[in-house]
């Protein structure tokens, strides 16, 4: 019997102000962080709770992880193959 595997990841990808914000992090273990909760995120885009708001465009999704203590602002592309990260809160 063949293997499974888990369904294809959606590739993240920063807005310029997101993109800042990750220029600024120096610290190892909150770039670590970072990047365990971004994975959770690529695996899973709906597991960010919706924002309400405008519906003209994507839905802004807000993931908080208390446990890395990471929060990330983000949308999905109407094709759900990729995360475009807003904001980085760590």
Do not use: C, W
């Not at 595997?5 to 310029?16: E, K, M, Q, T, V």
């Amino acid at each position: 019997m063949a293997p499974q595997h888990g369904g294809r990841r959606a590739r993240i990808a920063f807005s310029d102000s997101a993109t800042k914000q990750l220029e600024a992090i120096s610290s190892e273990a909150e770039l670590n962080a970072l990047d365990r909760t971004l994975v959770v995120i690529s695996v899973d885009p709906d597991i960010g709770d919706p924002i309400p708001g405008d519906t003209d465009g994507p839905q802004l999704r807000q993931y908080a992880d208390t446990v890395e203590q990471v929060r990330v602002l983000y949308f999905v592309t109407a094709l759900r193959t990729v995360v475009v990260v807003a904001y980085i809160e760590v």
